[in-house]
C-alpha cells in the first residue's frame, strides 16, 4: 500500500526556520514526481514545491522562492522541505503528494497519493 507521512512541523518564530520530512512506502521516487503543498483556513490548497523523478529538478511559488528548498533521498524513499526566513502567512497545513510523473513543471502537480498533513505555526 502507497503511505506518504509528514513530519517536522511546529511552531517557529517569524523568521525562524523548519525542516519537514516526508517519508514514502509503496512507491519508488524514481517514478514519482513529489509536491509539498499547504492549506491554511478558509484558504484553497496551493503548491508550493516539487521536485521531478527523472532529474530532481525543482519548483516553486513565487511566494517562497529564496526561503524553501524542497530536496530527496531516493535510497531513503524521503522528501524534505527546508523552511528559512519563515513569515506568518506561511503558517498552515503542510502536506505531501505524489504523482507518477517524471517531471513536475510547478509546484500545483497533479497527485495520486497525498499524506496527512502536519501543521506549521509562524508566531512571535
Known amino acids: 500500500q502507497v503511505q506518504l507521512v509528514e513530519s517536522g512541523g511546529g511552531l517557529v518564530q517569524p523568521g525562524g526556520s523548519l525542516r519537514l520530512s516526508c517519508a514514502v512506502s509503496g512507491l519508488s521516487l524514481d517514478y514519482y514526481s513529489i509536491g509539498w503543498f499547504r492549506q491554511a483556513p478558509g484558504k484553497q490548497r496551493e503548491g508550493v514545491s516539487c521536485?521531478?523523478?527523472?532529474?530532481?529538478?525543482?519548483n516553486y511559488a513565487d511566494s517562497v522562492k529564496g526561503r524553501l528548498t524542497i530536496s530527496r533521498d531516493n535510497a531513503k524513499n524521503a522528501v524534505y522541505l527546508q523552511m528559512n526566513s519563515l513569515k506568518p502567512e506561511d503558517t498552515a497545513v503542510y502536506y505531501c503528494?505524489?504523482?507518477?510523473?517524471?517531471?513536475?513543471?510547478?509546484?500545483?502537480?497533479?497527485?495520486?497519493?497525498w499524506g496527512q498533513g502536519t501543521q506549521v505555526t509562524v508566531s512571535s
Open positions: 503528494a505524489a504523482d507518477r510523473s517524471a517531471y513536475c513543471y510547478s509546484p500545483n502537480i497533479y497527485s495520486d497519493y
Open positions: 521536485i521531478s523523478s527523472s532529474d530532481g529538478s525543482t
